[in-house]
């Protein structure tokens, strides 16, 4: 059979228009943009409690949701709570000048997922409060006997800061954190757990 001039010029044309064709066809499950990446919405629960010896004396529980994105796609977005008091301070000084201090709980966290089921935790934790006072001695004339006599009182601020990674199954609870306190002998546990959000 004898090949025209036409027979190769479609021929040729075809094989031109092969890649072509293979390039339309749909793309993959795999290659989905990162920015559809899948995201496990999760809730985060942190409980600090205080103890002074074996007796509870304070338990604080917070929660925070965080939208979990798949191990592989792993970007840091932050999720954060503030909350807390402004504590008076006094300065000294003729006007007698105060200043604030910001006291309460930080939490900062995000979280990933792992394709076995477990979920990769960071937390930031940061946590001040005002227990007690001191007294602080001002000049006084020397008539003055009284001892406590232009004394002010200072609120005693405490302070923990912790940052965890941590890696927990959904429903598990773990206590993650255990400090004492130099001064006053009081132990702060910080407790977390995750569940997934249904």
């Not at 293979?22 to 205080?50: M, N, Y």
């Not at 954060?80 to 301070?89: D, H, L, Q, T, Y």
């Not at 227990?131 to 602080?136: C, K, R």
């Amino acid at each position: 059979m004898k090949i025209g001039p036409i027979h190769v010029a479609s021929l040729l044309l075809l094989g031109m228009l092969s890649p072509i064709c293979h390039a339309q066809d749909k793309p993959k499950p795999e290659d989905k943009p990162r920015s559809e990446a899948q995201t496990t919405p999760v809730k985060v629960s942190v409980v600090f409690t205080e103890y002074d010896g074996d007796k509870k004396t304070k338990s604080l529980p917070y929660t925070i949701y965080v939208n979990a994105a798949d191990a592989s796609e792993f970007k840091p977005t932050w999720v954060k709570m503030r909350v807390g008091s402004r504590v008076p301070v006094y300065t000294g000084g003729d006007k007698g000048n105060m200043t604030y201090l910001d006291v309460g709980t930080n939490i900062d966290a995000l979280a990933a997922h792992t394709p076995e089921g477990h979920f990769l935790l960071r937390l930031n934790l940061e946590r001040s409060w005002a227990e007690g006072y001191t007294l602080v001695p001002v000049q006084r004339p020397p008539e003055q006997m009284d001892p406590h006599a232009g004394s002010f009182q200072e609120p005693i601020i405490r302070s923990f800061k912790s940052e965890l990674d941590l890696k927990l199954r959904e429903g598990q609870v773990m206590e993650s954190t255990m400090a004492t306190d130099p001064i006053s002998g009081k132990v702060l546990k910080v407790e977390v757990s995750l569940s997934v959000v249904k």
